[in-house]
């Protein structure tokens, strides 16, 4: 038990890299939550609105339609800022899987035959597909998602919506459902490119035989 004080004491984590991992984390929380707010605001503002407003006199529908865009527009703002924010801060924290995937997968590899005392051969750079790649994934969620926030932006900028207000919110809605499942295949590509498993350990057979 003493012997291995000083392994733990080796593989302890840094305080900046608790902090920066803390802060990642936060960062993806508040991401996920912004994005369900818009999510779930433009589905209600949409879908429920019309439909709860459909039996009432035309000068109430245009009162609670103003009210619900006044509400759903500090929604918007609320999120698009924050998800911008956050958005920056997850993509420096992981900017090198991005811009450079093979060299993220060989440091990944080194660290790990850091914690193993059975030698390991010398990681090689994967060879990665275009599919593979997470820059590219990221470059499509970071897109279509300003697309989405611009969308969103523009329907609730002024005193008045702009014409055909309910088909643009069911194409946002749309995009949104992109854009959220572009963000999941990041992540997966980014794993699965820069985080390989480490290879083997060189070990001879249990019965100490000597192979030939």
């Given at each position: 038990m003493?012997?291995?004080?000083p392994v733990l004491a080796e593989t302890a984590a840094p305080p900046l890299v608790i902090f920066l991992n803390t802060m990642t984390l936060l960062a993806r929380y508040?991401?996920?939550?912004?994005?369900?707010?818009?999510?779930?605001?433009?589905?209600?503002?949409?879908?429920?609105?019309?439909?709860?407003i459909a039996d009432l006199k035309p000068e109430q529908q245009l009162?609670?339609?103003?009210?619900?865009?006044?509400?759903?527009?500090?929604?918007?703002?609320?999120?698009?800022?924050?998800?911008?924010?956050t958005g920056i801060l997850s993509t420096t924290r992981h900017w090198r899987a991005y811009a450079q995937p093979e060299q993220a997968a060989v440091e990944?590899?080194?660290?790990a035959s850091r914690y193993t005392t059975q030698p390991v051969t010398q990681p090689a750079p994967p060879e990665l597909s275009a599919a593979m790649r997470p820059g590219w994934w990221?470059?499509?969620?970071?897109?279509?998602?300003?697309?989405?926030?611009?969308?969103?932006?523009?329907?609730?900028?002024?005193?008045?919506?702009?014409?055909?207000?309910?088909?643009?919110?069911?194409?946002?809605?749309?995009?949104l459902m992109i854009v959220i499942f572009l963000?999941?295949?990041?992540?997966?590509?980014?794993?699965a490119a820069t985080e390989p498993e480490p290879p083997t350990a060189a070990s001879s057979p249990e019965d100490g035989s000597v192979p030939a």
């Open positions: 003493i012997e291995s004080l508040v991401h996920i939550i912004c994005t369900t707010l818009l999510v779930g605001g433009t589905l209600f503002y949409e879908m429920v609105v019309p439909i709860a009162a609670i339609f103003a009210r619900a865009r006044w509400v759903f527009r500090r929604i918007v703002w609320f999120s698009a800022v924050f998800l911008v924010l990944h590899l080194r660290e990221w470059v499509a969620h970071a897109s279509t998602g300003a697309m989405a926030i611009l969308i969103a932006l523009s329907l609730t900028i002024g005193r008045t919506p702009p014409s055909n207000p309910v088909i643009w919110m069911r194409l946002n809605l749309v995009v963000a999941s295949a990041t992540r997966h590509v980014r794993m």
